[in-house]
């Protein structure tokens, strides 16, 4: 059973940091494509950031190009997403996903696995 579990949300205030973190069990994804997505209260779930399979590519929301970053380790089996500056509208529920393919998507239909979510809440 393929499972992707995120962990690492919570609470911080508006300027704080946190680091996601989504192990893959079940499979290897070390070439496939990940990504972290996020949706919040009433909203769509929109992208946030992706890497491609072999890490030498990422891509960012405008919303949060220069404020996190996306990072893999294929030898673990996990990709990471780092906030930084973090702001009351990034709160939401984040969620990390895995595409069957090496290159990188910022389209929720295009990804494969799922995660459950994470809760991330940034308080002003």
């Known amino acids: 059973q393929v499972q992707l579990v995120e962990s690492g949300g919570g609470l911080v205030q508006a300027g704080g940091s946190l680091r996601l973190s989504c192990a893959a069990s079940g499979r290897t994804f070390s070439g496939y494509a990940k990504g972290w997505f996020r949706q919040a209260p009433g909203k769509e779930r929109e992208f946030v950031a992706t890497v491609s399979g072999s890490g030498s590519n990422t891509y960012y929301a405008d919303s949060v190009k220069g404020r996190f970053i996306i990072s893999r380790d294929n030898t673990k089996n996990t990709v990471s997403l780092q906030m930084n500056s973090l702001k009351p509208e990034d709160t939401a529920i984040y969620y990390c996903?895995?595409?069957?393919?090496?290159?990188?998507?910022?389209?929720?239909?295009?990804?494969?696995?799922w995660g459950q979510g994470t809760q991330v809440t940034v308080s002003s």
């Open positions: 996903a895995a595409r069957s393919r090496a290159t990188s998507s910022s389209r929720p239909s295009e990804y494969d696995y």
